[in-house]
């Protein structure tokens, strides 16, 4: 009785997407909706600041990560390597702040700094590269659009502030990007094509030039996938954000 009275509570759950999924004929087109007003950023703009981050990496410059407590970072000493306790963010923040404290990413080694709101420093290579401030609250020249990372990795300094990595997308359309892709797959689609789009319009792996894959094997979508993303570049369908500087 237990396993069925479940069976029959999940068969009957009320899912919000449902409601948005019956403004289009089929999911095919909430999914070409969804891609088609999302804004990337000018191939020149993502190659021009890929080659000033390529440098600052090089020169041992802290870039910017979300900060995480769950032990992607370290601490180098003379003799040994430990991992940085913080109390919280804020305190994560104020110690990397400071030039003579030095905390690396474990997997890259490369020396970051902590973002201090979450996205601060993607505001801000948007507002340096394009002009346009986004997500700044009453002075935003785009309004309503998300900032939204493509790859979660934001823990990652390959990762987190590259235009390669994130795309704006309209407020109403960004939860289907938030939630997990087994969760439906209007948002296993969505979050495969904008990864295609990006390979297919930066090639990551190239413009990085990096030691190491930035992507590696895993974050590659399927074949499928790629092919779509590069015929809605082939057929001019996707749009960018043009920059006013």
Not at 56 to 63: D, F, L, W
Not at 93 to 102: E, G, M, Q, R, Y
Not at 198 to 218: A, G, K
């Amino acid at each position: 009785m237990y396993v069925y009275y479940i069976c029959e509570k999940n068969r009957s759950k009320m899912d919000g997407l449902n409601c948005f999924k019956q403004l289009f004929p089929n999911d095919d087109e909430l999914v070409d909706y969804v891609i088609r007003n999302t804004l990337f950023f000018k191939k020149d703009i993502v190659f021009q600041q890929a080659r000033v981050y390529r440098q600052a990496i090089r020169m041992g410059e802290a870039i910017p990560v979300r900060y995480t407590s769950k032990g992607a970072f370290f601490r180098q000493h003379e003799v040994k390597t430990t991992r940085p306790r913080f109390r919280n963010k804020k305190e994560a923040v104020l110690f990397t702040k400071d030039s003579a404290n030095a905390v690396f990413h474990k997997d890259t080694k490369i020396r970051v700094c902590f973002d201090p709101d979450g996205n601060y420093y993607p505001k801000k290579e948007i507002l340096k590269y394009t002009g346009h401030r986004v997500s700044w609250g009453s002075t935003s020249s785009v309004v309503n659009y998300n900032i939204a990372h493509i790859w979660g990795k934001t823990d990652n300094p390959l990762f987190f502030s590259l235009l390669w990595n994130y795309a704006l997308i309209p407020c109403h359309c960004t939860f289907l990007t938030d939630k997990k892709e087994e969760n439906d797959v209007v948002m296993k689609n969505i979050k495969n094509l904008l990864k295609a789009i990006s390979i297919e319009l930066y090639d990551p792996n190239r413009i990085m030039d990096w030691n190491q894959d930035v992507l590696s094997i895993d974050d590659y979508p399927v074949m499928e996938y790629l092919q779509k993303g590069r015929k809605w570049i082939i057929n001019k369908n996707i749009n960018f954000l043009e920059s006013i500087i």
